[in-house]
């Protein structure tokens, strides 16, 4: 009888803590301008001259969208695993976490420091390797972890993250860029 009981304790503790229980999602896209705003930490805010950004539209097929949206992971070495997983689940969940997100007139992709490693998955659709290590050396080399972000308007202003960022900061930098935040913010300084 015991044994019973304690068998049936653990299986109710099994299924109750279980990761495959159905949670709904929100289906509502973050609205930057509804919500209060929260301080977003950028690594690095600047712009981007001519000729780089040239580069950056020619080799990762940005033509007419508004936003280049890069995801970044660094190179294997930068991080304590790894980072260059193409598959169903890392596919999956880029997809989930832009959901929420308001792309519109973004081009979004992701960009990894040594797509050789898995150079038969890259498309160069939507996953390229850093060609030439340009974005590394010029942006990723600074600050070394696993992710990073990258987002660009096509007038040549960006915001920069290195780490694990979260919907609602992508949300941010996009919203900013299109509303010409920074160029507010260069002159009140």
């Not at 969940?93 to 979004?108: A, G």
């Not at 920069?160 to 010409?180: C, F, M, P, T, W």
Request: aromatic share 14%; with cysteine; proline share 1%.
């Amino acid at each position: 009888m015991k044994k019973s009981v304690i068998i049936l304790i653990l299986l109710f503790i099994v299924v109750s803590c279980s990761s495959s229980k159905l949670i709904e999602k929100p289906t509502e896209k973050i609205n930057v301008k509804t919500h209060k705003r929260k301080t977003i930490i950028y690594d690095y805010v600047g712009f981007i001259d001519i000729e780089k950004l040239n580069f950056i539209k020619k080799n990762y097929k940005w033509n007419n969208e508004e936003v280049l949206i890069i995801n970044y992971s660094q190179p294997v070495k930068s991080c304590h695993f790894d980072n260059h997983k193409i598959n169903s689940v890392t596919k999956k969940f880029y997809k989930e976490f832009y959901e929420k997100i308001d792309t519109e007139n973004c081009l979004n992709i992701k960009v990894l420091a040594n797509g050789e490693r898995v150079r038969r998955k890259l498309d160069n659709i939507s996953y390229f390797d850093d060609k030439d290590d340009f974005l590394q050396t010029i942006f990723f080399e600074r600050k070394k972890s696993c992710f990073g972000i990258l987002v660009i308007h096509k007038n040549g202003n960006y915001l920069q993250y290195n780490g694990h960022y979260s919907e609602r900061d992508v949300a941010q930098y996009i919203y900013d860029l299109k509303n010409n935040y920074l160029e507010k913010y260069y002159q009140k300084k």
